[in-house]
């Protein structure tokens, strides 16, 4: 989910210009609701980039027997 963090920067900034420019359609509420799903998940991986720093990666070394 950390990863994700500019996909949903980019989804949420898509279907905010979609949904709030003043077009209007029949799915115009699925849209807005997608942005609010979207704008929340890119909220939530924000703070798991915050407060959950990514951690060095460990090499493997295998143990040598007498």
């Known amino acids: 989910m950390k990863r994700k ?3 949903f920067l ?3 900034v898509i279907t905010g210009l979609v ?3 003043g077009l ?3 799915g115009i509420e699925v849209i807005r609701v997608m942005f609010l799903i ?4 890119l909220i939530v ?3 798991a980039k915050l407060f959950f720093p990514e951690k060095p990666k460990v ?5 040598e027997r007498d």
């Open 38 to 41: 979207f704008a929340d998940l």
């Open 5 to 7: 963090s500019l996909l």
């Open 59 to 63: 090499a493997y070394q295998p143990v």
């Open 19 to 21: 949904g709030f420019t």
């Open 10 to 12: 980019a989804l949420a």
């Open 45 to 47: 991986s924000l703070f």
């Open 24 to 26: 209007s359609f029949s």
